[in-house]
């Protein structure tokens, strides 16, 4: 067993409902949800609930020195052990609903790409609808915000009430292919455009 899976093992048997997995995320699954991260310019990504780091990697790759990478992370632990291996990206230790404030400490505004690894599924509804309006407020017209999902688990209540928000809060949201080399199997939702609230429309 690896290092990071070990951690990733242990902080889960802690708080199952802050890390959400018993294992980091595959190579190709980290290929599909960074893939709206620019290739080129100075982009500014934001990466939420980053664990060991499976998809910092492959954000780190297409960035190549590029840009701003500030990756959230709730679990002291897990950031720490994110922030020795990634020198080059911006770990924060704090609550992901707190986006806007985040970005303006830093003297950004908006995120290029918002790139997610949170365990969606085992929030509620209220703390789904917290973050997600942390990730709207951050977006500009061109913002892509991707995460992911088990396919095991998509027929499940929780799994489907967070697929009926992605579908209120976004006018575009794509599901990607199942990604089977996954432990275990997952896809990625490619969202854009967030609705404007009733007022503003």
């Known amino acids: 067993m690896t290092n990071d899976t070990a951690l990733f093992l242990g902080q889960w048997l802690r708080s199952p409902g ?3 997995a018993v294992a980091p995320s595959s190579r ?7 893939s709206p991260v620019p290739l080129r310019g100075d982009p500014v990504i934001v990466e ?7 998809f910092t990697a492959e954000i ?10 500030m990756a959230v992370e709730i679990n002291p632990r897990l950031a720490e052990f994110l922030a020795a291996g990634n020198p080059g990206v911006d ?3 704090d609550d992901a609903a707190r986006l806007p404030q985040l970005l303006q400490e830093r003297g950004l505004s908006k ?8 365990p969606w599924a085992a929030f509620s509804a209220d703390t789904q609808a917290r973050l997600l309006e942390a990730v709207t407020a951050i977006m500009g017209t061109h913002t892509a915000f991707t995460t992911f999902a088990y396919s095991f688990a998509k027929r499940l209540p929780p799994a489907r009430r967070f697929r009926r928000r992605l579908a209120d809060t976004f006018e575009e949201v794509v599901v990607g292919r199942t990604v089977w080399g996954n432990v275990p199997p997952a896809f990625v939702y490619h969202a854009r455009r967030p609705r404007l609230p009733a007022s503003e429309s």
């Open 60 to 69: 780190q790759r297409r960035l190549g020195g590029r840009g701003h990478h």
């Open 91 to 93: 770990v924060v230790v």
């Open 18 to 20: 802050t890390v959400g």
């Open 111 to 118: 995120a290029d790409a918002i790139v997610s690894g949170l």
């Open 28 to 34: 190709r699954l980290a290929e599909a949800v960074a």
């Open 48 to 54: 939420l609930g980053p664990g060991t780091g499976a």
